[in-house]
């Protein structure tokens, strides 16, 4: 308290009034986020998640979202797919920008059957698979992983996809790229 009285000077006090900035609170509260360790992390989302959820996929992933989440409460919608096979979207959103929907069903499969052969299903395994396979069909990896990432999780954005196909689990993860396949054959909304 003696060094705050001491390098205090009104000089330095502001005659404006406080001002608030949404933006910067949520940097800093990310900043915050990032700081805890995964189980800190998954105590914290307790009050945010559905009781229902899985702990134990809920600490599988939440190192794979502490990056991107600006408040808690941004956990629940970066990992709901995990939680529920209600995940809608738009055929159309499958479709990369340089792509139709034929090649993109085709791509798909071809995702589908070299993800149903890898064992054991984990991030490190998955990852120069999707990348391998997006050389071959002439695809960016971007535009490979963003058709997918739509299939498995309904959203153009979440956690890493690797590591999203590892905790969904091999099953699920083909489940929903067949039924994206479907949704694509039957044509663009």
Known sequence: MDDLIRVWKIEQVQSAGGKWDKERLDYFNGVWIRKLSPDELVR???PF???EWDRGMLKKIAPHIQERMKTLKDAHDLIRFLFTDDIGYESKLLIPKKSDQ???TEALARSRAVLA??????????KPALESLAEQLGWSRGDLNSAIRMAVTGRKVGPP???SLEVLGKEKSLKRI???????VGGPD
């Open 161 to 163: 996809l690797y590591e």
């Open 102 to 104: 034929i090649t993109t």
């Open 44 to 46: 914290r989302l307790e």
């Open 49 to 51: 998640v559905p009781a």
């Open 178 to 184: 067949e039924k994206a396949q479907e949704l694509l």
């Open 117 to 126: 052969e890898l064992e054991p299903f984990t991030g490190t395994v998955i």
